[in-house]
């Protein structure tokens, strides 16, 4: 029988109190042990932005930095932020709580102490799961110390893994696209080449001919798709919730094609390892020098996870074009430096294209790359989730010294461009290119954090680190001066990493 009208609006106005009173002292517990453990941490509240104090759902906030983030503003606008509230503030972006910082001692926190408190993965996941769906950008815990420890191992002979006359033809490819005569060019495209072409054939055992002109359909296919899915991830990655109103068919057509590209010689390289046995195996990797897909094929049988593992590494290749094409936009600036940095790498090496061995005796080369990484951070922003309630050393109180209490859920976003430049650790001058206050800092640190830092580190640091002493020296072993032909000031260009959206025109002679 069903039951009279009245009767069923009485049911659910009770239903409804009775959820709301549930909600409610539940609310209540939650706010009484919040407070308990404040106490118990000696926490107080950092600075919330005053500009947004009635947007209850942090609408308006999302759209300011929608707007920012369009107008190429985003760095200035959170330095000014960071000028205005301290290292640490709190903010309501659509409901969400985020904690930003540029604090050294918070940032040490998250990559030491506090880093089991902290997943990347519920940030990352959406983004990165339709090109590595189990990639190293895209898992935590069990997952992330297996992928870490596999990157790692196949990263840690640099000797072994890194072949120079490789990376000497590709800088000859490069030398093709500079016009003579010191004439005007935009050499970030080129730099970004370069980079890909070296990390292509560090990874899958070939090149992608970025900077051929006779680059095959296949490999220009590939590098377009590369890109686009570089951008709509940094895109989404602004966007938050708000990305799924944006329209996807694009993105997962390139992530299929660019994940299909890679599966395809990852297939191969996991048949060939089958095939060999002993010896044999060790000589052709020995003929054919290394690559990352065919080492790791060794200890993987798995495309699908061989695949993961070479595309996680192409994804993040753009941090040694960040570095390049931001030292030569500085460089363009100081003679100076350049005509210190060529004379230091003659007397040196000389002009015969160096060894190995002799990568670490440029000194002055090592000072104008952490200068360029200081400036020109390959992440400017980096984000983590608390998988609990846990606290960060400093931001609360009225002079910042006391812990903050960072609840389950809240997100703590730290940048590294705003340490970078804000930092008095670095000395005079932080937002000026000055390569020899290197000669008295440590690129160990705790604020220079371009690689990251802790169990987080990239473990691809030295190996790049390497690449970019060698392509430095040769640069200037065969240039001696760089033409400044910048019209517009540096301005950000928020990808994977990061660019400079009016190009770097230069003349190299």
Known sequence: MIPELPSLIKT???????????????????????????????????????????????????????????????????????????????SNVLGYR????????????????????????????????????HGIFTVDGPDW???????????????????????????????QRVPHNGKAFDIQPCIFSLSLDIQSSFT??????????????????????????????ANDGFR?????????????????????????RAIRAAEKQANNCGMQGTNEQSAKGYAFMRGLSTKIDDASQLTDQSLSILLANDSMGTTLS??????????????????????SIGLTPPKFAQLGRLQYVRCVLHEALRLYPPAAF??????????????????????VLVRKGDTVVFSTWARHRLGRDFGENPENFIPERWEHLSGDMAGFIPFNKGPRVCPGQHYAMVVLTYVVA????????????NTHPWRERISMTLENENGVMVGLS
């Open 12 to 90: 659910s106005i009770l239903a409804l109190v009775g959820a709301g009173i549930f909600f409610l002292v539940r609310r209540l517990q939650q706010g009484r042990q919040l407070r308990e453990l404040s106490r118990q941490h000696g926490c107080e509240s950092p600075p919330s932005e005053s500009d947004f104090q009635y947007d209850l759902f942090g609408i308006a906030k999302a759209i300011e930095l929608g707007a920012h983030f369009r107008r190429r503003t985003s760095l200035l606008y959170t330095n000014t932020l960071f000028r205005k509230y301290g290292e640490t503030y709190v």
């Open 98 to 133: 985020l904690i930003f910082t540029c604090n050294a001692e918070n940032i040490k926190h998250l990559f030491s102490k506090g880093f089991a408190d902290y997943d990347s993965s519920p940030l990352r996941k959406p983004l990165f799961a339709p090109i590595t769906p």
């Open 145 to 175: 110390r297996k992928a870490r420890e596999q990157l790692r191992n196949q990263l840690s002979s640099l000797p072994k893994i890194i072949d120079l006359r490789l990376c000497e033809r590709h800088f000859q490819a490069f030398r």
């Open 204 to 233: 899958l055992g070939e090149c992608v001919d970025a900077l051929s002109f006779t680059q095959s359909p296949a490999n220009k296919r590939f590098v377009k798709d590369l890109l686009l899915v570089k951008d709509r991830i």
């Open 240 to 264: 938050g919730p708000l990305r799924h109103l944006y329209p996807r068919q694009s993105f997962r057509d390139s992530c299929m094609r660019a994940r299909q590209h890679v599966m395809d």
């Open 326 to 347: 931001g030292l030569l936009f500085s460089l363009s600036q100081n003679p100076r430096v350049v005509h210190k940095l060529r004379a230091s790498i003659l007397e």
């Open 382 to 403: 980096n984000a983590r989730v608390a998988n609990k309630t846990a606290t960060l050393p400093r931001g609360g109180g009225s002079d910042a010294s006391l812990p």
């Open 474 to 485: 040769r640069i200037f072993q065969t240039f001696s001066t760089v033409i400044n032909y």
